[in-house]
């Protein structure tokens, strides 16, 4: 049966994200396309997320995206409507709001739009920018044996992997079984997989394991990749000062090179303790809403590396499995959804306080980054962030989900 599939569909022009698999040799998209062919009985995503290569497309590669090198005022109207949000919420939600919808102005709203965050998970985008500029060099003239590198590249887990409790799906092709786990020291995976498990599941331990490609890349060179033996003795002989200064190089470089200021977004270390403990972290990790609004109009104009890695990026970015907080909103079921989030909460002793996931009274950091592309052509981007203490603010980021749809469209 499966070579039967891989045959039937050689010969056509692969689309992604859910049939991507011949392209990017991710497994979970192999399962994720019998489930929308019907071979195997599951549930198949919302409408919004059943696009196909065809249909992704970057929104500002055009004089509309010329006109974004930069940004617009704010629009009286939409900021008069976005304002109105706030009166009753926290004083700490910041927001950026672009509406880039095709036959219409530019419309720019914001709300403390360059307060400085925690960005928790959102800080993953610096990463994947990162290893699409290491490929870049590699490989200056050809994306496909980026890719092709992407595919062939096999990482064992390692000490990078300690300790990360989101878990990822591993789908075994010739069995057809799916396992939902931990990364653990021995999980091998494809450069093209640990980097989808660090977007798409948010995965703390793909996150180091793509960095620390990433770094090799920009010290191997044209050797890369380095032979086990080799990887070990580089970062175990190196020294300190040095892994740490390459390492906030291969992130934040790309970032300076957008035109993204040190204070608008910048990832300051790591993201496993052991992963820490190997490459020593340098000061904070930091972003605005207005950082990373600049990071999702390069994308979408095509500039972060080049236009082929922009895409590619926009696509890891595709959601199609379960959507969460701001992604959640019905609003949204039909719209693709190109999105990443991040929390990270902190607590200390409280009488009549108990610390729970997303509560934290100290801090408690959740970041939604989004473009929304609706069936009725509306196109727009959110970047928002918020710091509200003893209170999960899932339910809020839902909640402004749905209100800023319908401000976008009416």
Known sequence: MIALFLLTFAGETIAYPWDGFSMTA???LFRLQLIMEGVIKDSKPVPGAQKKLSQIQLNLMNTKGDSMAVFPALNPALQKSINALFPNMDESYSLCVLDITPGK???YAYRQEKRGFMPGSVAKLAVLSG????LEKLHPDSFKKRQ????SRMVRAGKWANF???IIPIYN?????LVKKVVAENDTCSLYEWADHMVSASNNAAASIVWKEAILMRAYGVNYPPSPEQEEMFFRDTPKSQLRELAMAVVNEPLRKLGITKEEFTLGSMFTRDAKKIVPGDGGTIASPYGLMKYMVAMERGKIVDSNSSLEIKRLMYSTDRRIRYAASTALNNAAVFYKSGSLYRCKEEEGFSCKKYMG???NYMNSVVVVEQPDGSIYMVTLMSN???KNSANDHFALASQIDKIIRK
């Open 26 to 28: 991710i497994r979970r």
């Open 105 to 107: 102005p530019i419309r």
């Open 131 to 134: 290893l699409f500029s290491e």
């Open 148 to 151: 092709a590198l992407m595919k």
């Open 164 to 166: 990360d409790e989101h």
């Open 173 to 177: 092709i010739n069995t057809q079984k």
């Open 361 to 363: 009274n100290v801090d």
């Open 388 to 390: 509200v203490l003893r």
